[in-house]
Nanobody, 129 residues
Framework: QIQVQESGGGSVQAGGSLSLSCVAS?????????MGWFRQAPGKQREGVAVFTGDGTSKYVDSVKGRFTISKDNVKNILSLQMNNLTPEDTAIYYC??????????????????????WGQGTQVTVSS
C-alpha cells in the first residue's frame, strides 16, 4: 500500500525558517518517482511549490526561488523542504505528493498541483508578520 506522510511545519515569524519532511512508502525500489511539495492558502487553489524529479532535477515556483530548498533521499524516498526567509504569504497547508508518471514533473503541469496520484494529509505552516 502506497502512503505519503508529511511532518514538520508549525508557526514562525516573518524572516524565520521551517523545515518539512515527507516519506513515501510502498513503492517498489526500482520505481522512479517524482515527489513534490504543494500548498493551499485559504481561499486559493492548491499550487506547486517545488518538485524533485525522477532524474534528480529540482524545480521551484518563482515565488520561493532562493528561499526554499528541496532535497530527496532516493533510497528511502524521503523528501525534504527547507524554507528560509518566510513571509506571511507563505502561510498555507503544505502537502507532499508523489507520482510514478514523470510527465507532470518534466513539464510545468506540477505547478498546477495536477498529475500526482498520491497525497499526504497536509501540514500547516503559519508565518506571522
Amino acid at each position: 500500500q502506497i502512503q505519503v506522510q508529511e511532518s514538520g511545519g508549525g508557526s514562525v515569524q516573518a524572516g524565520g525558517s521551517l523545515s518539512l519532511s515527507c516519506v513515501a512508502s510502498g513503492f517498489l525500489p526500482t520505481t522512479e518517482i517524482c515527489m513534490g511539495w504543494f500548498r493551499q492558502a485559504p481561499g486559493k487553489q492548491r499550487e506547486g511549490v517545488a518538485v524533485f524529479t525522477g532524474d534528480g532535477t529540482s524545480k521551484y515556483v518563482d515565488s520561493v526561488k532562493g528561499r526554499f530548498t528541496i532535497s530527496k533521499d532516493n533510497v528511502k524516498n524521503i523528501l525534504s523542504l527547507q524554507m528560509n526567509n518566510l513571509t506571511p504569504e507563505d502561510t498555507a497547508i503544505y502537502y507532499c505528493a508523489a507520482t510514478m508518471v514523470q510527465t507532470p514533473c518534466s513539464n510545468s503541469v506540477w505547478k498546477t498541483a495536477r498529475g500526482f496520484g498520491y497525497w499526504g494529509q497536509g501540514t500547516q505552516v503559519t508565518v506571522s508578520s
